[in-house]
């Protein structure tokens, strides 16, 4: 278990609605990262947030946003909807100041599967 | 433009014998490489990296080779186990925690 936690699980939206997912960060972490990842496809990266502000983005439309709160937990909002938007969205939680990069700081939820019909 | 590639979507092989699961990228900036394992309905778990400083790191059953000159790197996991069946992702970065994935392979180890 990673301490991160995402919710909902699954859902199932209608093309042209929003949806809003979120994720609880392991505690003492301050950045979140979002993923989506397609059928067959690996994880491409969405954005990051950290300390409450976007750092960084992927190729990723602007309907495609997010926040990050005081508690460092964040959401992923999705508007307008595209068929091609269903997924397995994942949340990646970090801590910046952590020195060195090794990969074992990055713990990911579960995710969320999003179905767009 | 798929700058990490895992072109063998999925591997068979025989519980106690050696798994080998290849990666190639394109940029000649990434620094750091990670191989990550997934279950179905789980997250990704982190399982070993190496950086561009090496060429190779070795965790118990778990090592990674990397070629530089090649744009390469292999995970091999020996003595293969029934548990170890699940897909496999081979991810980038340059000194971030903001990662570049392939697009996985299966495992499945059989008995």
């Known amino acids: 278990e990673t301490g991160v936690t995402q919710s909902p699980t699954h859902l199932i939206k209608t093309r042209g609605q929003q949806v809003t997912l979120r994720c609880s960060s392991q505690s003492g972490h301050n950045t979140v990262s979002w993923y989506q990842q397609a059928l067959g496809q690996g994880p491409q990266f969405i954005f990051q947030y950290y300390r409450e502000e976007e750092n960084g983005r992927g190729n990723f439309p602007p309907r495609f946003s997010g926040l990050q709160f005081p508690n460092y937990s964040s959401e992923l909002n999705v508007n307008a909807l595209e068929l091609d938007d269903s997924a397995l969205y994942l949340c990646a939680s970090s801590l910046a100041e952590q020195r060195g990069f090794s990969g074992n700081t990055i713990y990911f939820g579960e995710g969320s599967w999003l179905t767009v019909v | 433009d798929q700058q990490v590639k895992q072109n063998s979507p999925s591997l068979s092989v025989q519980e106690g014998r050696i798994s080998i699961l290849n990666c190639d990228y394109t940029n000649s900036m990434f620094d750091y490489f990670l191989w990550y394992k997934k279950y179905p309905a789980e997250g990704p778990t982190f399982l070993i990296s190496?950086?561009?400083?090496?060429d190779k790191n070795e965790d118990g059953r778990f090592t990674v080779f990397l070629n530089k000159s090649a744009k390469h790197l292999s995970l091999h996991i020996v003595p293969s186990q029934p548990g170890d069946s699940a897909v496999y992702f081979c991810a980038a970065s340059r000194d971030t925690d903001k990662l570049i994935f392939g697009t996985g392979t299966r495992l499945q180890v059989f008995p």
């Open positions: 190496i950086s561009s400083i090496k």
